[in-house]
Nanobody, 126 residues
Framework: QMQLVESGGGLVQAGGSLRLSCAAS????????MGWFRQAPGKEREFIAA????????YYADSVKGRCTISRDIAKNTLYLQMNSLKPEDTAVYFC???????????????????WGQGTQVTVSS
């Protein structure tokens, strides 16, 4: 089993920044990739960014490319998402997820991940 706990969400004005964290515990030796997704009210959960645990290859959704940076600290088993130039349309619950299977494929798909956190709310005011 693996547990994921997100933190760092909150209320921010448009144009501001937030840094989300996701701490993994449990069977962390089985992490091969991690990702961030978000879900706004009434919408489906959508891919934001993903990173392979090693060597740290990154993938981004077009909607956040250039504004968000995904990173990880292997020693701390922690995933991060730095979000800049936030817009009201970024308002959503943000989830982190872990893929424990090989090979790594289709990291933009919800179905590619085996464990999920509970989410952290990000609200961007205009």
């Amino acid at each position: 089993q693996m547990q994921l706990v997100e933190s760092g969400g909150g209320l921010v004005q448009a144009g501001g920044s937030l840094r989300l964290s996701c701490a993994a515990s449990g069977r962390t030796f089985s992490i091969y990739a991690m990702g961030w997704f978000r879900q706004a009210p009434g919408k489906e959960r959508e891919f934001i960014a993903a990173i392979s645990w090693s060597p740290g290859s990154t993938y981004y959704a077009d909607s956040v490319k250039g504004r968000c940076t995904i990173s990880r600290d292997i020693a701390k088993n922690t995933l991060y998402l730095q979000m800049n130039s936030l817009k009201p349309e970024d308002t959503a619950v943000y989830f982190c997820a872990v893929r424990t299977l090989l090979p790594l494929r289709n990291l933009k798909s919800i179905d590619s991940y085996q464990y999920w956190g509970q989410g952290t709310q990000v609200t961007v005011s205009s």
